[in-house]
């Protein structure tokens, strides 16, 4: 089933909708669906950090419904999706600190699924959530529900040589007795977004030798967008819901806010005369070049480190001199 992107202007309903959904102690609640359809390593992954009678499913819920009660909202456009995903692939690892992200409590939306998540059942992520959480940055990904669910169906039609088909949806209906076979899609239909899974960031320079080639491959995406939205080649732009959504919102909570950032990558500059890690008037070329997009470790003497910002791609040298060489230039123009 084909899943419709929300519109930026849709996103503080969409934030609406899952904070109450998260906050639902019921059979149809977050925790409820954590609990029914996660993995038994799933449900316990936290319990050896949360209080004694604290289970993850109940605090992985509270702690979700409480992060986007005070969310800031990011919608993030194609073109910028896609500079972020070039970008992803050459970033390496580097100490993530507060000042790096766009917000200490954020939820970003994209407008195109920027990759699929395979431990995740190849969905496409199109929900990022993040906040801190049990002395750790909590990242969380979301896709979408209709997608999850379709494929849940389609699990269960193929019944697998080792599952009774009988049996598992006897065992759904258990938990939730409204769905009816093959109607799994039923199961959460007021928010079109639904949690997949959380990675745990460490305070300091992280330790990912161990993390599945995946999660590096999704964290080093959200790195890189959170990267760039801080750089001056992003643009942001707020973004107020449309009426008929605010209402919608109010009646949910008053204190919500109806307003989103819109971030787009800024309009390509076409001249920029000489790479800008030489100073004007050092050097004389007698060629032109491409210089191709890369990070660079920039020394902050605020924080005591470095800290990668990104070059994007441009021809250096005089205006009028013959370009040398042939490389592909990985170029996002609006």
Known sequence: MAVTTPTAREIPEVRADLAAWAADRGRDGMANWLYCLGTPDARTAYDDLLPPGVSTTQALAARTAAGLRTAELYYVTSDMTALAHHAAQSLTDFEMRPEDLPSPVGM????????????????????????????????????????????????????????????????????????APGQMAALHPTTGFVYQRTTLIEPGLPDLSDTPEGDVALLRLIQATWLLMGQSLAT???????????????????????????????????????????????????????????????????????????????????????????????????
């Open 236 to 334: 942001s732009e707020r973004v107020a819901a449309d009426r008929a959504s605010r209402r919608r919102i109010q009646r949910i909570d008053r204190d919500y806010g109806t307003e989103v950032r819109l971030i787009r990558l800024r309009r390509a500059r076409t001249d920029r005369g000489a790479d800008p890690a030489e100073r004007p008037g050092t050097r004389e070329y007698q060629h032109r070049w491409v210089v191709k997009g890369h990070w660079r470790d920039q020394w902050y003497p605020s924080r005591g480190t470095h800290k990668p910002i990104w070059i994007s791609p441009y021809i250096a040298g005089p205006e009028d001199a013959p370009l040398i060489g042939g490389e592909k230039v990985f170029v996002l123009a609006r």
């Open 108 to 179: 970003l939306a994209f407008e195109d699924p920027p990759m699929r998540y395979a431990a995740a059942g190849n969905q496409p992520v199109r929900l990022v959530t993040w906040g801190p959480w049990l002395g750790h940055l909590a990242i969380d990904y979301w896709s979408g529900t209709r997608e999850y669910l379709d494929q849940v169906d389609a699990h269960l039609e193929t019944n697998p040589p080792d599952t009774d088909l009988a049996e598992t949806q006897a065992w759904l209906r258990t938990r939730f007795a409204h769905v």
